[in-house]
């Protein structure tokens, strides 16, 4: 549940697995570029199966002996405890597919694209960022790590604005909804929420709530929630 590492806490991987563990998370990118092309009923149709494959392989790995051999020969070193607990806790690639089932299902499509990509980028960078050079605490996390989070969810957000043309109030409204992710992946442990959720879920909230007080004072931002 923890990436952008708490300070004080021993992590219980290295950080070379930290980053076979994040270069496996950055294959998810694939999920919003993928989305750019499709539609909604097509991405989930992809999802859903997937989603339903990840679970049945944290099940297996939970009540079958030899499954959980082999799962762990393969896989054990990048686990975190929380996923080698006995109880029944899902590890981050079906969280990863959950969070992409609920926001893609939820928001509208631009969001939804921007909410995930944000969650594969800024977490990867906080992660790292903060294993390396996290000195300062922030909530459960670090300031480096949080740091590292802002600054590449806001270049996520320029970089769509860019190149869809978009006016300033989806800018500002999306640079907020980075920052929100931020500092609520910096409390995920405190707020018992996987991050894999809480950050394209904030970020897509912000956008979703920016978008209706540009409804409301007639701002051009809606055009884009199609």
């Not at 079958?64 to 996923?83: A, D, I, Q, T, V």
């Not at 806790?89 to 694209?113: D, Q, T």
């Not at 670090?142 to 043309?165: M, P, R």
Request: charged share 15%; with cysteine; glycine share 6%.
């Amino acid at each position: 549940m923890t990436d952008n590492e708490p300070i004080g806490i021993k992590n219980n991987i290295s950080y070379s697995q930290e980053i076979l563990r994040k270069t496996i998370h950055l294959c998810s990118l694939s999920l919003p570029i993928s989305y750019i092309f499709l539609t909604k009923e097509i991405i989930l149709g992809f999802i859903i199966p997937l989603l339903f494959f990840a679970v049945l392989i944290d099940i297996l790995s939970k009540v079958n002996p030899k499954f959980k051999e082999y799962y762990y020969r393969f896989f054990g070193s990048m686990l975190r405890p929380h996923e080698k607990s006995e109880k029944f806790l899902l590890n981050g690639a079906s969280w990863v597919l959950i969070s992409a089932f609920l926001v893609f299902l939820i928001f509208p499509k631009i969001i939804a694209i921007i909410s995930f990509t944000i969650l594969i980028i800024s977490d990867l960078s906080a992660a790292l960022i903060g294993r390396r050079f996290g000195k300062h605490k922030l909530f459960d996390k670090s300031w480096e790590g949080t740091s590292a989070f802002i600054v590449t969810g806001v270049l996520v957000v320029i970089i769509y604005y860019f190149v869809l043309s978009a006016p300033i109030s989806f800018l500002i409204f999306g640079c907020l909804g980075a920052v929100f992710a931020a500092f609520i992946e910096a409390a995920s442990v405190t707020l018992k929420m996987d991050d894999n959720l809480s950050i394209p879920l904030s970020v897509g909230l912000v956008m979703w709530v920016g978008g209706i007080i540009s409804m409301y004072y007639n701002l051009p931002y809606l055009n884009l929630l199609n």
